[in-house]
């Protein structure tokens, strides 16, 4: 019997999150080698040395409330790896940035999580070619975590005015 492809993409779906878990040791080794937790490789990865981010925009793109963002700046600050500056012209918006060693962790943490597992390696060339093309056909459909970000704000001004025109 044929699949749909609802059927299809929850199959695929299923491989890609299980293959992902089975997986996580290798992660979890190198982010434990660091003392890091997972959401504090994220935060190494939303963030730059030069593009500064507030933690509005990183609580956004995480999906969560600014005073939990703001923990886990606080735990990567408390180790030098990330710095708070006031944001000219308003100093109530707190700006993020890496600092050198932040930035320099961030390297080793890209080298080291991207290494691809032993499954992967395994596998034939035109197989990885054929899973590289539809893994890239998934990020290319994504939106970037700053046009997620920019989306967020919006709505969330969207949310803030229907609110004030509709309070009694």
Not at 92 to 116: C, D, F, I, N
Request: proline share 4%.
């Amino acid at each position: 019997m044929a699949r749909n492809k609802t059927e299809l993409a929850r199959e695929a779906w299923r491989c890609l999150f299980d293959f992902i878990i089975d997986t996580a040791s290798h992660r979890n080794r190198v982010l434990g080698a660091h003392a890091l937790s997972p959401n504090d490789s994220r935060a190494l990865f939303a963030l730059d040395a030069k593009n500064p981010r507030t933690m509005g925009s990183l609580a956004d793109e995480w999906g969560t409330d600014a005073s939990y963002a703001t923990s886990v700046v606080d735990r990567l600050e408390k180790r030098g790896l990330a710095m708070r500056s006031a944001q000219t012209g308003d100093r109530r918006v707190k700006l993020v940035t890496l600092t050198r060693e932040g930035a320099k962790l961030k390297q080793h943490l890209a080298r080291a999580l991207y290494e691809p597992p032993p499954e992967l390696l395994a596998m034939n060339t035109a197989d990885l070619e054929a899973l590289h093309a539809s893994v890239s056909k998934l990020h290319a459909t994504r939106p970037s975590a700053e046009q997620r970000t920019r989306a967020g704000h919006s709505a969330s001004r969207r949310q803030r005015s229907s609110s004030e025109t509709s309070s009694p």
